[in-house]
């Protein structure tokens, strides 16, 4: 039987340079998402988004601007939420909200090209993932909220 060697070195220097470039991907998308929606928190802008959201948004126990973190982590993906999401207040109980919405419905259009290649349904998977992020926001909301 012959063992493959291990150069322990050179698999350090891939992994390195494999997470320095994953670490500049997110850096990325996330800081300018950061800065713009704090940005947009000094101007009319985001308040008018975040009231005219309001009121959906409560079904879930969220604020009116999580509206935003849900938009980009279904259009975009999750790192722009979550740069979203560090932007604005949000309680412990909120975040595992959002989380759990967006763990199962996030960066639909690169997932629904995906689903339409494989020659399924992308309507019915849409769908099925959207309507079950909002059916478990609004249980979640019901557990951990009341």
Request: aromatic share 8%; charged share 10%; glycine share 6%.
């Amino acid at each position: 039987m012959v063992m493959a060697s291990f150069n322990f070195t050179n698999t350090a220097k891939i992994g390195l340079n494999k997470g320095v470039a994953t670490f500049v991907a997110l850096t990325k998308i996330m800081i300018p998402v950061f800065a713009i929606v704090t940005f947009l928190k000094f101007t009319p802008v985001l308040p008018a988004v975040a009231d005219f959201f309001k009121p959906f948004m409560k079904i879930f126990g969220l604020p009116g601007d999580a509206a935003l973190a849900l938009v980009m982590g279904n259009t975009v993906n999750l790192y722009a939420a979550l740069a979203v999401m560090g932007s604005i207040k949000l309680s412990g109980a909120q975040a595992t909200i959002m989380a759990v919405m967006l763990g199962i419905s996030h960066s639909l259009p690169m997932e629904i090209t995906i689903v339409q290649q494989m020659k399924s349904k992308f309507i019915t998977v849409f769908l099925l993932r959207v309507l079950t992020s909002l059916v478990l926001g609004i249980i979640m909301k019901e557990v951990l909220i009341g």
